[in-house]
């Protein structure tokens, strides 16, 4: 597992406006938004990274990123540089057309030479705005077991919450044979609905179904392959629905607390846990 870990490193995304809460993301992105008194909301991803000895890490910045910046550069200064570890910012750069980040997937492809030059085999892709503890260990050894190109942490949500998430259905060994970004419609539920078999593993309730947590892992190669199409923006919307139908893409599956920190509704019903 350590030979694993040496081989890989981490890309938090960082650069989402957040518009739906504001006003807290009026000054600040919102990963660098206040949690729990004096902590940010990415200090969950980076310190889930940090106890599973993953100190290797970029961070994908965009949206006034200033305050994450400076949160970054005081707070988490305790990586050793002598050891090749790491706790970067890796600010948008337009070496290609005059555009942004345009998606999740777009924000690696535009950093994919930083990736390339690391020559490491696998990386960890977090978002920087979810509230959860995971050991990344167990998501790595589950993606080396399986042999997969792209490992999806999912876990079980109720039918009237999936339409804020991907949504995705796996044959019995786990591999997933579907993903449905954010469904609108009722019709575009029902077929992701699990089999009482897989319920009864992972103890879902009758009305849960799997979703994605937006935590993957992929094989670097693969991902270079996926990435050098264009259309290929966000990795919800893009990337996993093709990458089903050609590659291999399993899910590592999570029961614990995570939230997904994207409006102030949700933020303080987090607070408040």
Same mark, same amino acid.
């Given at each position: ?19 739906? %809460? ?5 000054? !600040? ?40 910046? !400076? ?59 979810? %509230? ?6 167990? %998501? ?25 998430? #991907? ?6 060994? #786990? ?23 897989? /319920? ?55 029961? #614990?607390?995570? /939230? ?11 607070? %408040?846990?």
């Amino acid at each position: 597992m350590a030979a694993l870990l040496d081989d890989s490193l981490v890309i938090v995304l960082a650069g989402g406006a957040g518009e739906r %809460l504001s006003p807290l993301t009026k000054d !600040r992105a919102k990963p660098a938004v206040y949690f729990g008194g004096p902590y940010r909301i990415i200090d969950f991803a980076l310190s889930n990274c940090i106890n599973s000895g993953l100190r290797r890490i970029f961070i994908a910045t965009q949206y006034k990123s200033l305050s994450l910046n !400076r949160h970054i550069r005081m707070g988490w200064s305790i990586v050793s540089e002598e050891l090749g570890e790491f706790i970067e910012i890796i600010p948008p750069m337009k070496r290609v057309g005059e555009q942004w980040y345009q998606g999740t997937a777009d924000a690696v492809r535009k950093q994919i030479r930083r990736l390339l030059a690391a020559g490491v085999e696998h990386v960890l892709i977090l978002s920087g705005d979810h %509230l959860y503890r995971m050991d990344y260990r167990e %998501l790595f050894e589950r993606h080396l077991q399986t042999h997969a190109d792209v490992t999806v942490c999912v876990l079980p949500a109720e039918r009237k919450e999936v339409h804020a998430f #991907g949504l995705l259905s796996t044959d019995g060994e #786990g591999r997933i044979v579907a993903f449905k970004e954010k469904p609108k419609k009722t019709e575009d539920i029902s077929p992701f609905e699990p089999p009482p078999e897989l /319920r009864n593993r992972w103890q879902m309730g009758t009305d849960e179904f799997l979703v994605s947590m937006g935590v993957y892992i992929f094989r670097v190669e693969a991902l270079k392959e996926t990435l050098a199409n264009p259309g290929n923006l966000d990795f919800g919307k893009d990337i996993l629905p093709t990458m089903i139908q050609t590659h291999h893409v399993f899910a590592h599956f999570f029961r #614990g607390y995570w /939230r997904d920190i994207g409006t102030i509704s949700s933020f303080y019903d987090a607070n %408040l846990v």
